[in-house]
């Protein structure tokens, strides 16, 4: 792959207490937010984006006088590929640079290639549960198998790519590092994913908060690495935290961060009882119900996954209440039932 010049330049935009920020665009789901500041060493970013956008990347960069050597740490806040993926390929071009991530995350992921393949797999099993409709089920899984084989095809592009995701620096719940001359204190934030962590500036009151809370709901994949409990949970301990600026990795700034994590926790409560109110009306299938909860326009783009599982880990959670039950029928379909 070679990192050249695009032609659309991101804007490096200054938004801040010493951060700026750069949005890239991605080929199959909304623009990343990638967080910088300049401190006495270099730079270090909040993630880094997708692997497509390394060019991007490095083009922001310049603009205010920036290259790939002058970044010096890497944090990851989750190793989902439009976070991380590019740094399969980035250690190649910035040579100098110190990569954090979640401990478990750094001893669980291995062979990055691998193990999106097993997330491939899990969103195909989506799909079959949500669409009994063959025609639609088979052209659903043709679009989104061009998608992952697009993603494959640019690591495939590189000679110099590593599949082996690497971690230099391992990070705990409530670990604290200086990186640069700023102190940062950093959150295991579980729930949108099982490695999720939150940087934390404690000078300035400034949350990284990753993919937590995106327009003022979440992303949580139930049938991969996301858990409802785990969420509710971390909305909780943020809601104890000394929050003044919250960035999310999508999305403008979320404005009055208590405010809106007391809203998802809302919106989640009426999502999980607008399940119930529409099963006590009779059977009905994950496409159905997906529909009813967040719209049909949500098939358009790659929010449809995304979608599904949260509404998935919903439906799980009311199944290990015993309040719905599962139908299963052929090729993975399934069909809900309220238990009476």
Do not use: C
């Given at each position: 792959?070679?990192?050249?010049?695009?032609?659309?330049i991101?804007?490096?935009?200054?938004?801040?207490d010493?951060?700026f920020?750069?949005?890239?665009?991605?080929?199959?789901?909304?623009?990343?937010n990638?967080?910088l500041?300049?401190?006495?060493?270099?730079?270090?970013?909040?993630?880094?984006?997708?692997?497509?956008?390394?060019?991007?990347l490095?083009?922001?960069?310049?603009?205010?006088?920036?290259?790939?050597?002058?970044?010096?740490?890497?944090i990851?806040?989750?190793?989902?590929?439009?976070?991380?993926?590019?740094?399969?390929?980035?250690?190649?071009y910035?040579?100098?640079v110190?990569?954090?991530?979640?401990?478990?995350?750094?001893?669980?992921?291995?062979?990055?290639?691998?193990?999106?393949?097993?997330?491939?797999?899990?969103t195909?099993?989506?799909?079959?549960?949500?669409f009994?409709?063959?025609?639609?089920?088979?052209?659903?899984?043709a679009?989104?198998?061009?998608?992952w084989?697009?993603?494959?095809?640019?690591?495939g592009?590189?000679?110099?790519?590593?599949?082996v995701?690497?971690?230099?620096?391992?990070?705990d719940?409530?670990d604290?590092?200086?990186?640069?001359?700023?102190?940062?204190?950093?959150?295991?934030?579980?729930?949108?994913?099982?490695?999720?962590?939150?940087?934390?500036?404690?000078?300035?009151?400034?949350?990284?908060?990753?993919?937590l809370?995106?327009?003022?709901?979440?992303a949580?994949?139930?049938?991969?690495?996301?858990?409802?409990?785990d969420?509710?949970?971390?909305?909780?301990?943020?809601?104890?935290?000394?929050?003044?600026?919250?960035?999310?990795?999508?999305?403008?700034?979320?404005?009055?961060p208590?405010?809106?994590?007391?809203l998802?926790?809302?919106?989640?409560?009426?999502?999980?009882?607008g399940?119930?109110?529409?099963l006590?009306?009779?059977?009905?299938?994950?496409?159905v119900?997906?529909?009813?909860?967040?719209?049909k326009?949500?098939?358009?783009?790659?929010?449809?996954?995304?979608?599904?599982?949260?509404?998935?880990?919903?439906?799980?959670?009311?199944?290990?209440?015993?309040?719905?039950?599962?139908?299963?029928?052929?090729n993975g379909?399934?069909?809900?039932?309220?238990?009476?």
């Amino acid at each position: 792959m070679k990192v050249t010049i695009p032609k659309r330049i991101p804007e490096m935009e200054d938004i801040g207490d010493g951060i700026f920020k750069i949005v890239l665009p991605q080929p199959f789901y909304a623009p990343n937010n990638i967080y910088l500041y300049e401190g006495n060493d270099g730079l270090t970013l909040i993630d880094s984006g997708y692997i497509e956008s390394i060019p991007m990347l490095q083009a922001s960069l310049k603009t205010k006088g920036f290259s790939f050597k002058d970044i010096r740490h890497i944090i990851y806040t989750h190793n989902h590929l439009d976070h991380i993926s590019s740094a399969l390929v980035l250690k190649s071009y910035a040579k100098n640079v110190t990569y954090y991530g979640y401990r478990a995350m750094a001893d669980g992921v291995g062979n990055y290639l691998e193990s999106m393949l097993l997330f491939e797999e899990a969103t195909e099993d989506l799909f079959h549960k949500a669409f009994g409709d063959k025609e639609e089920l088979d052209r659903i899984l043709a679009e989104s198998r061009k998608g992952w084989r697009q993603f494959f095809s640019k690591f495939g592009e590189t000679k110099k790519g590593d599949p082996v995701l690497r971690i230099d620096v391992a990070i705990d719940h409530n670990d604290s590092l200086e990186l640069g001359g700023r102190l940062f204190r950093f959150l295991h934030t579980p729930g949108h994913n099982l490695y999720h962590i939150t940087p934390v500036d404690p000078s300035t009151g400034v949350y990284f908060s990753g993919d937590l809370i995106i327009a003022n709901l979440t992303a949580i994949y139930s049938e991969m690495d996301g858990n409802l409990g785990d969420y509710y949970f971390t909305l909780s301990k943020l809601l104890e935290e000394p929050i003044k600026r919250m960035l999310p990795a999508h999305g403008s700034e979320i404005e009055d961060p208590k405010k809106t994590i007391t809203l998802v926790k809302k919106t989640l409560s009426i999502l999980e009882k607008g399940v119930l109110r529409r099963l006590r009306e009779g059977e009905s299938d994950l496409k159905v119900l997906m529909e009813a909860a967040i719209g049909k326009k949500v098939h358009n783009g790659g929010h449809l996954p995304t979608a599904l599982g949260l509404v998935y880990s919903i439906i799980q959670k009311l199944v290990l209440e015993g309040q719905i039950r599962i139908e299963k029928r052929e090729n993975g379909y399934e069909v809900f039932h309220i238990v009476s």
